[in-house]
């Protein structure tokens, strides 16, 4: 029996470990196959060393942090603000979703503090919805895929939109067992430590990353740690509305009712 496949695809090494790395090992230790995906390859993360030498420190670093998860890694296809919604950079994300044919792909917000997160998830959705179509090529070429897959949206950078709006999960995912791992592969990306606390002044990466698990973790009234999904509306990428996420992680997984409530809201008149 072919194992359920699931897929990471972020923008940029380390987003991973601070967004989804804790619902991937869970999903490994469910019996996923997984597979961890930055489309960046994090060359403008640094000042100490140039884009070259950073390209590669943050490769080694990303790859080393996949192999903690236990999951396949895929090496990035552009650099640091060139993930940009254009034909070219849509057939080559495609081609690692056919390669793959997941059943749950975890990605970014579409609301997001900074563009490569946003049109990483755009990205994400319309490689996703071409997967089945075979008059799209992709580049290299691989055969489309049939089947249901799910996609989720993890939380924003400070939980909230460009415009300072908070954003709330739909579900949360106990993520508590999974912290170590979690931990020890930020811990890998050792380069953007001293980088991130002078440019964006988190204090301490590991720390930072602590909080913002903790935070969800109280959101959910429920878990010590935790991150925030939100799913995809199903159209187009299933025949039904399913949620692997939640029948793969069980009690690991809490539906956030308030948020399940609001999408059956009438449109205001």
């Known amino acids: 029996m072919t194992r359920p496949t699931a897929i990471a695809i972020a923008a940029h090494p380390d987003d991973i470990e601070f967004y989804m790395a804790g619902t991937l090992w869970l999903l490994q230790q469910a019996g996923y196959e997984t597979h961890y995906f930055n489309l960046a390859s994090g060359n403008c993360g640094g000042t100490k060393h140039n884009s070259a030498r950073t390209r590669l420190l943050r490769r080694q670093e990303a790859r080393s942090a996949a192999a903690v998860l236990g999951a396949h890694f895929h090496p990035s296809l552009t650099d640091d603000l060139e993930i940009l919604y254009e034909p070219a950079l849509v057939r080559r ?95 890998q990306h050792r380069s953007q430590q001293n980088w991130l606390e002078a440019s964006q002044g988190l204090n301490s990466y590991l720390v930072t990353m602590e909080q913002a698990s903790r935070e969800l973790g109280r959101m959910s009234k429920r878990f010590e740690h935790a991150e925030g999904w939100r799913r995809h509306l199903h159209l187009g990428f299933s025949a039904t509305p399913i949620d692997p996420l939640r029948r793969a992680l069980g009690r690991n997984y809490l539906a956030n009712a308030a948020y399940e409530r609001s999408l059956d809201q009438p449109y205001a008149t």
């Open 93 to 187: 994300v495609a081609a690692v979703i056919r390669q793959v044919a997941p059943t749950i792909v975890l990605t970014h917000s579409p609301q997001d503090y900074m563009e490569d997160h946003t049109n990483t998830a755009r990205l994400v959705v319309t490689t996703a919805f071409a997967r089945g179509m075979p008059n799209f090529q992709t580049r290299p070429r691989r055969r489309h895929v049939a089947g249901d897959l799910a996609i989720y949206h993890g939380m924003p950078h400070g939980l909230r939109d460009p415009l300072r709006r908070r954003i709330v999960p739909g579900g949360f995912v106990n993520t508590t067992p999974a912290q170590p791992a979690k931990l020890k592969a930020l811990a």
